[in-house]
């Protein structure tokens, strides 16, 4: 597969708004994708809060594994697993807000006044920022989508008790793993049109290959073969042929994405407890 670099220029100034938010901020809340929660950390953000407390929010718990509940416990206390989609989350993640906080407010409380705490939604494209913000909020408060990218501006959002940052989906500079940086492309958090899909396609599917290869047995009947035969398997279980009999490769391309994207596959964690270890949460 191809280098994988992608850090276009409205990072660059988003970075430089983040960096001028945080002394406004009392807490940082770090959404992670819960399918691949090392791949979707920038150490870059991290770094930018400095000391302030972080919360992690593995968001799209639905689509992930028992193998991201792991992951979870490898950070501590200061993370929780959520489906922001999920009304059921907001109890949860609130709960674990306030716990963040705790000691700050009942200190304010003791001097005789109530603070209002703030804190900034940061995390790399298409984690769900936006969504677990709505579901903060009970109401669609900001711009969401699925597509790497959507928000671009600096907007604080005020709810009962306290506020929140929502911040553009940012990348690292450089991706200096390209293991991250494919798992990334598969998860939807990197633009699709600067990507080759044959590429992703391909890689996504020896990698479930590895680990998950009764899901695709199951789906398209894959047994074993090359990366390019499995290919084969999928076009022929969706009937995805061209004229003449050859594989309409570009459909089955584009399946295998979807059907990994949308949970078609069943939950999937692809980061392992080696992934999280080199880094520092």
């Given at each position: ?63 992930a594994d028992e193998r991201a509940d792991n992951l979870l416990r490898l950070i501590g206390e200061n993370a929780v697993k959520i489906n922001a989609v999920n009304s059921s989350s907001r109890r949860e993640i609130i709960s ?129 073969g090359s990366k390019l035969e499995m290919l084969d398997c999928v076009c022929a279980r969706r009937g995805f042929v061209l004229r003449g009999g050859e594989y309409d490769y570009e459909r089955g391309e584009r399946a295998v ?25």
């Open positions: 597969m191809k280098h994988i670099q992608w850090f276009p220029g409205h990072m660059t100034k988003a970075m430089r708004m983040m960096e001028q938010s945080v002394p406004l901020a009392d807490g940082i809340i770090y959404v992670l994708d819960a399918r691949c929660p090392a791949s979707s950390f920038n150490p870059k953000l991290l770094k930018m809060s400095g000391s302030k407390p972080v919360l992690y929010v593995f968001n799209k718990g639905d689509l674990a807000i306030n716990a963040l906080v705790a000691d700050k407010r009942r200190k304010s409380l003791e001097k005789g006044y109530s603070k209002v705490f703030r804190f900034m939604v940061v995390g790399v494209p298409n984690t769900g920022k936006s969504t677990v913000i709505n579901l903060l909020a009970g109401a669609r408060r900001t711009v969401t989508g699925d597509k790497a990218g959507v928000t671009r501006g600096k907007q604080w959002i005020r709810l009962d008790g306290f506020e929140l940052l929502d911040t553009p989906g940012t990348m690292p500079p450089a991706f200096e793993n390209q293991t991250f940086a494919r798992r990334l492309a598969f998860v939807g958090s990197i633009n699709d049109d600067i990507l080759d899909l044959d590429d992703v396609a391909l890689e996504l599917l020896d990698e479930l290959y590895q680990k998950y290869p009764k899901r695709l047995q199951e789906r398209y009947g894959i047994t074993g994405i979807d059907d990994f994207r949308k949970g078609r596959l069943g939950r999937i964690t692809l980061d392992s407890s080696a992934d999280m270890s080199g880094l520092k949460f």
